[in-house]
């Protein structure tokens, strides 16, 4: 097959202990998954109807690139979050069918434009100049989930210039990762490749240029890098 241009290059992320890498397909966001996060941000959280949205596949930030701060904005926040790497997908998943899918664990960041989301909630329009712009998805290099045992008191947490920002524990979350999969199921058909940034605990306020981050799951994988 012949293409009218350079077909682009497929977003991919290193992997813990191995040259391959992990080919991204989609990337999948909740928010309003920690209640304490929800509340510092006016809101409540709606249990029944979770809130979704996506960042595109080259929005990620990977091998200790540099965050480039982004256009058209004067109050670029953090969001430290687990990242989930699916191996498998499919359609109307159970919650056990979707942990079979799990192929990974990461850290990131959903970087958000906060001004053009705050503009976006008054007039009732979607969020995706807020949260899908270029370089909004650093993310770390992945660990196998055969490697990893996650519990209620795993620690995701985010600090910037050397001071903690964000602290949270997985079991402070609202939905759980394998309920998260398998709601998403019922929207999208999920595949092998996609991403999902699974929420953020309380403490989000702004980055600057020149500031450095270092987001952890703890135990499993760290994420290093500097706003440029």
């Known amino acids: ?29 909740i928010g309003r998954n ?8 006016g809101a409540t959280v709606d249990k029944d109807t979770p809130l979704f949205f996506t960042k595109p596949a080259d929005a990620v930030v990977t091998d ?11 109050d670029l926040h953090h969001e430290v979050e687990m990242v989930v790497a699916l191996g498998g997908g499919g359609r109307d998943l159970t919650a056990p069918q979707a942990a079979e899918r799990i192929w990974g664990y990461g850290v990131g960041l959903d970087l958000t434009r906060r001004d053009l989301q705050a503009i976006a909630k008054a007039k009732s329009h979607p969020w ?28 995701l947490t985010l600090a910037i210039n050397g001071q903690q920002r964000q602290h949270g524990r997985l079991g402070d ?56």
Not at 144 to 152: R, T
């Open 128 to 155: 995706d100049v807020a949260k899908g712009f270029d370089h909004s998805a650093p993310v770390s290099a992945l660990r196998p989930a055969s490697e990893v045992k996650l519990d209620a008191d795993t620690a």
């Open 64 to 74: 200790g690139a540099d965050v480039i701060y982004p256009q058209a904005t004067q």
């Open 173 to 228: 979350m609202v939905h759980g990762v394998n309920e998260i999969i398998a709601i998403l199921s019922t929207l999208f058909e999920l595949k092998a490749g996609d991403l999902i940034f699974t929420g953020t605990p309380a403490g989000v306020s702004a980055l600057q240029r020149g500031d450095h981050f270092r987001a952890e799951l703890v135990g499993v994988a760290t994420l290093e890098g500097k706003v440029a």
């Open 34 to 41: 920690y209640a304490e996060h929800a509340r510092e941000m």
């Open 1 to 29: 097959m012949s293409y009218a241009i350079t077909p682009p290059a497929i977003p991919s992320l290193p992997i813990i202990g191995s040259d391959q890498r992990f080919p991204v397909r989609r990337i999948f966001c």
